[in-house]
C-alpha cells in the first residue's frame, strides 16, 4: 500500500483561554511575553484560529475544530499537535508532555465522535502520556517530524523530546528513529523539531546549521535518500517560523491531487526570495496566514496549530 506523505485534514483546537504560559517559556526561547491585557490577547488569538480555519478551507483542506474548554485553563490548547497525532492505519497516539499546565489538553474521549465526519475510524490507541511519571517527554509532530513514506522519525533531543520515548515510538509504529542535538542562538538545544525541519511530498526544508556539527552530515545523509530536494534554511528565518510549515494534500480542478504549503505570513516574510521560489517550484501552491500572537505569546506557529488527519 502507498503511504500518504501529506495530510488532506487536519484537527484544530478552537482556544477558550489563550495567554502566555511560563512553564514552557522556560524551554521556548521562541515565546515572548506581551504586554496586552489578556481579554485583548485572548480576542486576537480567536481571531487568528478563525483566519487560518477559512484559508485551509478556502484551500479545500477538512478541518475538524474542537472546542477547549474554559475550566482548567489552558493557554497553548492552540497546539493539539503536541498531545495527539493520528495514522494511515487508524492509529492514535497520545503524548507525554513537559509542562503540568498542558497536559489537561489531551481529551481523548473525544476523539472519535469530533473525527467521524472526516471518516477517521480510531482502531488502536497508543498512549504514551505515562512517560511524565518518570520525567521522559516526547510532544507529538512537534518532537517528530515524520517521512511516513520511507517510515523515518526525526527527532531533535531537549527537553521535550527524550530518546527512551523515541525508540519506543518507533518500535510501536515500525518507524526508524534518527535522533540528533541541535543548539539556537542562545546554545541551548531547540525546543522542537518541527521549528527547524519540514519534510513535504517533494522537497525538505531543513535549518542544518542548527543540528550540531556531530551529526549534520548524518541527518542530511538520511534526509537525501529520500530523494526529494533539500531547501537550507538560515537560523535567522527559523527565528520567524520559517521551519514551522506544513505541506497538505487537496484537490484542485484544473491540477487534480495537488499540494499546498502552508506557513504563516510572518514566516514567509523571513523567507529569501531564493528559497521562496524554490518553495514554490516544489509544491502547488503556499498559503501565508497572519498569526503573530499566537506565534509571540505561544511560541509556536502555523504548524503547531494543526494536527493532520491521515485517512486510508
Not at 32 to 47: F, L, M, S, T, Y
Not at 67 to 91: L, Q, R
Not at 226 to 238: A, H, N, Q, V
Request: charge should be negative; hydrophobic fraction near 45%.
Amino acid at each position: 500500500m502507498s503511504r500518504q506523505q501529506c495530510a488532506g485534514a487536519v484537527l484544530m483546537v478552537r482556544p477558550a483561554a489563550f495567554g502566555f504560559n511560563p512553564e514552557t517559556a522556560a524551554t521556548n526561547h521562541l515565546q515572548k511575553r506581551g504586554a496586552q491585557n489578556e481579554a485583548h490577547v485572548h480576542a486576537r488569538a480567536c481571531e487568528e484560529f478563525a483566519m487560518l480555519v477559512r484559508a485551509l478551507q478556502s484551500e479545500g483542506i477538512a478541518v475538524c475544530v474542537l472546542e477547549d474548554t474554559i475550566s482548567p485553563a489552558k493557554p497553548d490548547a492552540v497546539f493539539p499537535n503536541n498531545w495527539v497525532s493520528f495514522h494511515e492505519d487508524g492509529t492514535v497516539v497520545l503524548y507525554p508532555m513537559l509542562s503540568p499546565a498542558r497536559r489537561a489538553e489531551r481529551r481523548p474521549e473525544l476523539l472519535a465522535a469530533a473525527l467521524k465526519e472526516l471518516g477517521f475510524s480510531v482502531r488502536r490507541m497508543l498512549d504514551l502520556s505515562h512517560h511524565e511519571s518518570a520525567g521522559r517527554f516526547l510532544e507529538g509532530t512537534g518532537s517528530l517530524v515524520l517521512d511516513h513514506v520511507n517510515r523515518v522519525a526525526y527527532a531533535a533531543l531537549s527537553e521535550r523530546t527524550d530518546a527512551q520515548v523515541v525508540e519506543e515510538w518507533a518500535s510501536e509504529m515500525g518507524y526508524e528513529a534518527v535522533l540528533f542535538e541541535t543548539r539556537g542562538a542562545s546554545g541551548a538545544p531547540l525546543y522542537h523539531t518541527n521549528v527547524l525541519l519540514v519534510i513535504g511530498a517533494r522537497a525538505v526544508i531543513v535549518g542544518s546549521q542548527s543540528i550540531v556539527p556531530a551529526d549534520r552530515a548524518r541527518v542530511l545523509e538520511h534526509l537525501a535518500k529520500s530523494g526529494r530536494e533539500i531547501i537550507e534554511l538560515k537560523p535567522t528565518e527559523i527565528e520567524h517560523f520559517a521551519g514551522n510549515m506544513l505541506e497538505l494534500a487537496t484537490w484542485d480542478e484544473a491540477l487534480g491531487d495537488s499540494h499546498v504549503l502552508v506557513m504563516s505570513a510572518q514566516a514567509r516574510t523571513a523567507l529569501s526570495p531564493e528559497t521562496l521560489a524554490r518553495l514554490n517550484a516544489c509544491t502547488d501552491a503556499t498559503l501565508a496566514v497572519p498569526v503573530p500572537t499566537i506565534e509571540q505569546l505561544g511560541g509556536g506557529g502555523v504548524r503547531c496549530m494543526l494536527a493532520e488527519v491521515f485517512i486510508a
